[in-house]
């Protein structure tokens, strides 16, 4: 069965410094991999998404992520962090089956990103 | 669209009545999927749908928790009876068939007291 890990439950990063969080995923075949973020009380947006392909993926509000299978990660990155980044990241592995596309999401724990001026 | 709309977003009940969670997938949606997240647990998957049907249930802790969706537009998260342990932020996704991106909805905070 897939699984995912965020080795870190909480992180904090200056204003303006970079950011990398980090995630650890165990899946037998090719995984689609994502990288969700919630904001206190609001549900999960979804930053970026790897299926295939260029293994360095683009996402929304300036972030990238890079999939190494031979590290089985898939590592979120900023190069400059803003206030309102503060929120909780979640790494996903999506479980595949042949001719139907993935069918669940399996979580992480999540890191917890605090911002300091 | 809309997105995926649960209700309500905040219950409070006393234990031992009956909750009744509610969600409205994304129209074309295939896939509906019921979440709880706890500090505890984190994000853990309860059950999911395709096409209206019950795919995995797995992950629903007890009988005491039941899901149905009744047609593509509306599926229900029922605990009977609540217990305090039940208290958590319960959230609801939908996915296309083709497409693998699940849309969540904003979560419904359940307090059972």
């Known amino acids: 069965a897939q699984s995912v890990t965020q080795p870190d439950i909480h992180i904090t990063v200056s204003e303006g410094a970079s950011l990398e969080l980090r995630c650890n995923y165990s899946y037998g075949a090719t995984p689609y991999l994502f990288w969700y973020v919630q904001s206190p009380g609001q549900g999960l947006q979804l930053l970026l998404k790897y299926f295939s392909g260029d293994t360095l993926v683009q996402g929304i509000k300036g972030f990238e992520a890079e999939f190494k299978r031979s590290q089985s990660s898939f590592n979120l990155r900023k190069p400059s962090v803003h206030w309102s980044d503060a929120a909780e990241y979640f790494c996903a592995v999506g479980a595949v089956r042949q001719n139907t596309g993935f069918q669940k999401l399996v979580f992480g724990t999540g890191t917890r990103l605090l911002v300091s001026p | 669209d809309a997105g995926v709309i649960q209700s309500p977003r905040h219950e409070v009940t006393e234990m031992g009545q009956e909750v009744t969670l509610r969600c409205k997938p994304i129209?074309?949606?295939?896939?509906l999927f019921w979440y709880r997240q706890t500090m505890m647990r984190g994000l853990e998957l309860l059950i999911y749908?395709?096409?209206?049907?019950?795919?995995?249930d797995s992950g629903m802790p007890e009988d005491r928790f039941s899901a149905k969706m009744p047609n593509a537009s509306f599926s229900t998260l029922k605990i009977q009876p609540s217990e305090p342990r039940d208290s958590a932020v319960y959230f609801c996704a939908s996915r296309l068939k083709t497409g693998a991106e699940a849309f969540f909805g904003q979560g419904t905070r359940l307090t059972v007291v």
């Open positions: 129209s074309g949606h295939d896939y």
């Open positions: 749908f395709n096409n209206n049907v019950p795919i995995d």
